[in-house]
């Protein structure tokens, strides 16, 4: 449903006002907590996925190029715009020519994502923006079927982590564990083995410990602290990436990429 | 040699000001063309490496982190400030309490690296500062002696690409290829097979095709349009990594970890 606009005060526009100082609100996403994805790829994947879209903001060109994917959503407000009154409304004019907006669903339900997961990645402090969003690319391509959430993780709806993700925060499932690190168990009893990710003692070389088990929970801290001692202690195993020339680490998106790389050359 | 200034006019500072209008000039890097390093670490990284610094600027505390690192190059300048004076000079805040400035030394010679190299990565076309930075980052963790360049590479030596690559675009060896794809063939002359990453029609899994031969090159392209055809025909393996669920392809530094991680697996 095709909406010209070309008052940029229109109210209709609301969801789509000021994105950049709506993103330094520090009540995020307590507040309006929408999802933002950008441009055609990601507002593609949006509309695939669990986060439908109440409305699009967008010129011309990407509303065509959208088409195909506008088909199956018939009621779905598309606020048609030029792009200078975009740029006036959003804020910004990086803005890709189209914005899709979606209200948060329900979480889902850790225990029953576990029950449908061979692979899952476990994340706990990992409280930055894009290295989460990059977790989330790096989940989708490696065939990796859930992320689980500990404490101190950024918000995987945040605009930023959407963009980095390549969308794929909306397709990959997540779910926030209960409790911490007492919602390891729901892992354990559901039959996963608990492989922490740290380069610290007693650990072994990615390579020569993954386990080709039905179920593995891929266990990663936020870069430079790592995982808590008490999360390392609930784990199976412990492994770690050969580092050269006494390098400190990788970047926490990338070592969990080559864990899931593994996953997938070992267990499949 | 500590040398304390106060007036932010004062022409040593030269090197350090206003680095974000700099980074914008379409001239660099032949404008003035330093390299800059940003905090205590990639300042260290650059104290040990062939940059070196002709200048610091930074806080007390920032000097007293380095003093171990200082003390090997006495007669270097330190101009010491106040992190308000910094700020002004530097054009913004968040400048890591320290910076160093070196100028370019002269280029690699791409035969002497490789004969010297067990294992390099080949860019072509890879423009982004940090992707680029990534790169490196990846290199210096998992063990690739060297990097050479193709056409169409972004400058490892901008500053950004410096502070993604915490500092090791200093520490990793590069060269440029004289000339493309031409000098594909010193790569062969010096003993290397090449494997070229793209996910395209005759590739192999990369956990399936990488050789464990004395010399190999991982040769990348940009993320999106890849690896040119000449290159690929070049090439005497293209492999990819297996990509789930259809999605279109990790970011370009994650590929480039994965196959070098796979080298090390496979070759060590």
New interface residues.
């Given amino acids: 449903m095709v909406i010209d606009i070309d008052d940029p005060a229109d109210p209709r526009l609301d969801d789509f006002r000021d994105l950049n100082s709506v993103d330094r609100r520090p009540d995020l996403p307590s507040g309006k907590g929408l999802v933002i994805a950008e441009g055609v790829l990601v507002a593609q994947r949006m509309l695939a996925s669990r986060f439908t879209p109440h409305a699009l903001l967008g010129v011309e060109r990407r509303r065509v190029e959208l088409a195909h994917d506008l088909a199956g959503h018939p009621g779905l407000p598309f606020y048609r715009v030029s792009a200078d009154l975009m740029a006036q409304v959003v804020g910004f004019h990086l803005n890709r020519g189209v914005l899709a907006a979606a209200r948060r669903p329900e979480e889902l339900d850790a225990t029953a994502l576990l029950a449908q997961s061979r692979t899952v990645a476990v994340l706990e402090g990992v409280n930055d923006h894009e290295n989460l969003g990059?977790i989330f690319?790096?989940a989708?391509?490696?065939?990796v079927d859930a992320v689980l959430f500990g404490p101190g993780c950024a918000d995987p709806l945040y605009r930023r982590a959407v963009r980095v993700s390549?969308g794929?925060v909306l397709?990959v499932p997540f779910a926030r564990l209960p409790q911490w690190p007492q919602g390891l168990r729901l892992l354990r009893d559901g039959g996963f083995t608990l492989l922490a990710m740290t380069p610290g003692e007693g650990s072994v070389p990615l390579?020569e410990a993954m386990p080709d088990d039905a179920k593995v929970a891929i266990l990663v801290g936020a870069e430079g602290p790592g995982l808590t001692e008490t999360v390392l202690r609930a784990a199976d195993l412990r492994v770690r990436?050969?580092?050269?020339?006494g390098?400190?680490?990788?970047?926490v998106?990338?070592a969990a990429?080559?864990a899931f790389?593994e996953r997938?050359?070992v267990g499949s």
Same sequence: chains 1, 2.
Avoid: F, Q
């Fill in positions: 990059s690319r790096n989708a391509g490696l065939d390549m794929h397709l390579s990436i050969p580092m050269a020339r390098t400190d680490s990788l970047n998106a990338t990429a080559l790389y997938v050359r």
